[in-house]
T-cell receptor
Framework: QQPVQSPQAVILREGEDAVINCSSSKALYSVHWYRQKHGEAPVFLMILLKGGEQKGHEKISASFNEKKQQSSLYLTASQLSYSGTYFCGTRGRDDKIIFGKGTRLHILP | EAQVTQNPRYLITVTGKKLTVTCSQNMNHEYMSWYRQDPGLGLRQIYY???????DKGDVPEGYKVSRKEKRNFPLILESPSPNQTSLYFC??????????FGPGTRLTVL
């Protein structure tokens, strides 16, 4: 039931774009995205509720396809500060939150 | 300052010695949760609570207990810790179905 994130890791140069995907096998109520830097706690990025919405947050945006039970996180014109591990968390009707294994993103200057 | 606090931040203990990790939030959040984080496995939910006196099992509840007697506190209890419970533990809180605020983490080593 753990959502599958892809890719597992990605290396980019500053200014390049990245897409991180999250796919679940169960019906979803919402999808959460968090970023965690080494040695720190995860930090909230955004929540997407069922209804197929897309949200934006400066140069970070995300989409949620409820029918396909998939979400994607888009990072455009990446900055050095975007480095870290990105987690998607899926929430079903039971209010359990299940996180994927994470996607490690490394931005090179 | 709105925050989630955990204590202790670091703990080394021995197999079988009962321990409690405390978690407290000052944001009046209904939802509180415990996760463990292990390399390559991501964050796995141990227990969660929708409100006072309401707790439910997450994905990996075996070997753990929790209680929610007050809205602000959600302690994690390991009655008989074993080495496979060596991990990094995070407490988090949120409004129901809202963004989660994570505590700073507790690194537990069980020898």
């Amino acid at each position: 039931q753990q959502p599958v994130q892809s890719p597992q890791a990605v290396i980019l140069r500053e200014g390049e774009d990245a897409v991180i995907n999250c796919s679940s096998s169960k019906a979803l109520y919402s999808v959460h995205w968090y970023r965690q830097k080494h040695g720190e706690a995860p930090v909230f990025l955004m929540i997407l509720l069922k209804g197929g919405e897309q949200k934006g947050h400066e140069k970070i945006s995300a989409s949620f396809n409820e029918k396909k039970q998939q979400s994607s996180l888009y990072l455009t014109a990446s900055q050095l500060s975007y480095s870290g591990t990105y987690f998607c968390g899926t929430r079903g009707r039971d209010d359990k939150i299940i996180f994927g294994k994470g996607t490690r993103l490394h931005i090179l200057p | 300052e709105a925050q989630v606090t955990q204590n202790p931040r670091y703990l080394i203990t021995v197999t079988g010695k009962k321990l409690t990790v405390t978690c407290s939030q000052n944001m009046n959040h209904e939802y509180m949760s415990w996760y463990r984080q292990d390399p390559g496995l991501g964050l796995r939910q141990i227990y969660y609570s929708m409100n006072v006196e309401v707790t439910d099992k997450g994905d990996v509840p075996e070997g753990y207990k929790v209680s929610r007697k007050e809205k602000r506190n959600f302690p994690l209890i390991l009655e008989s810790p074993s080495p496979n419970q060596t991990s990094l533990y995070f407490c988090a809180s949120s409004l129901v179905r809202g963004e989660q605020f994570f505590g700073p983490g507790t690194r537990l080593t069980v020898l």
